[in-house]
């Protein structure tokens, strides 16, 4: 994809990643009884929202992202949006630390609760914040960039227990690490006005609407793609990503037609949700709710 395509990627990539933490903090504080909280981070997670649906013209599951950079140029004033919630949201960052980082309840609800050790992030194939809560350095942003990822600078935050408490101020961490991220996307970003968003030279990037509608050759493309697929080689191929619960992997095998012969979804979530049954062994259910809460096991994408 086209420069312009790869920082708009990873920009929105980490739009995403704050999107799910707030999702995951309101939520893991609502069951651990902070109302508050869960208020305080849906405010913010719609403007995430909004930005998104501005964007890509959908709130969830946009397709946005696809084969030869992204579906649409960023539409006028999209930067000077961001660029006004990554200024703002700091501020509501230590808002939710100076009500949960020390607060006794939440200390007592977290600290020592379900430690991970080293051991059980290779044992069960843990990934994501889940293992490097136990210390385990492993992001795909550092260890297979792809997109703008090799371009940016950032850190990768790492627990010292390996408990509830250390997947709650990583969490916290990396929100603030990709809104590093996101600002110097947005810097690139403002240099490239007008230049190309996709690569359209290639037989399998879908053309734009704009094509389809005024091209009868991008019309025939368009379908021809979309129900019949590109023809690709015979083989096999494995590649993932970091999402925010962890690896999220692809496994295709090609029988050489338009089709995928079998496809397997790797998800992070749900190898992070294996290890629950060890850890709850000897503690309480009210420990249960928040060591759940803690491996943040969306279902959609535990079930895949």
């Known amino acids: 994809p086209p420069e312009k395509a790869k920082y708009i990627r990873t920009m929105m990539c980490e739009l995403q990643r704050i999107n799910s933490h707030l999702l995951w903090l309101g939520t893991f504080a609502l069951d651990l009884g902070a109302l508050t909280i869960f208020l305080y981070a849906f405010r913010e997670r719609e403007k995430i929202m909004d930005i998104i649906e501005g964007i890509a013209g959908i709130r969830l599951n946009s397709s946005y992202i696809r084969i030869g950079g992204v579906a649409k140029d960023l539409p006028e004033g999209a930067l000077d949006v961001i660029s006004h919630f990554i200024k703002d949201f700091p501020e509501k960052l230590e808002e939710y630390e100076t009500i949960l980082t020390k607060n006794r309840v939440w200390l007592k609800r977290n600290v020592d609760v379900g430690i991970i050790k080293k051991e059980d992030v290779y044992s069960y194939g843990l990934t994501g914040v889940v293992a490097r809560s136990a210390g385990v350095p492993y992001d795909i942003r550092m260890v297979q960039p792809t997109d703008a990822y090799d371009k940016v600078d950032f850190e990768i935050p790492l627990g010292k227990v390996g408990d509830c408490y250390d997947r709650y101020l990583l969490r916290m961490e990396e929100m603030r690490q990709s809104l590093s991220i996101i600002a110097q996307c947005v810097e690139k970003l403002k240099k490239m006005e ?37 023809k690709t080689p015979d083989g096999e191929v ?32 749900f190898y992070n949700l294996q290890i629950f049954p060890e850890l709850i062994k000897g503690r309480t259910i009210a420990d249960a709710v928040a060591l759940l809460g803690s491996l943040d096991p969306v279902v959609g994408e535990t079930d895949r």
């Not at 990037?205 to 704009?210: G, H, M, Y």
């Not at 025939?220 to 129900?227: A, I, M, N, Y």
Request: glycine residues 12%; charged residues 30%.
């Open 194 to 230: 007008g230049k190309e968003y996709i690569a359209t030279d290639y037989s399998n990037v879908l053309p734009t609407l704009e094509e389809v509608f005024n091209s009868i050759e991008s019309m025939v493309k368009d379908f021809t793609l979309r129900v019949y697929g590109e």
């Open 238 to 269: 494995y590649l993932s990503g970091e999402n925010p619960r962890g690896e999220l992997g692809f496994y295709i095998n090609s029988k050489g037609e338009g089709k995928p012969y079998r496809m397997r979804i790797r998800s992070g979530a």
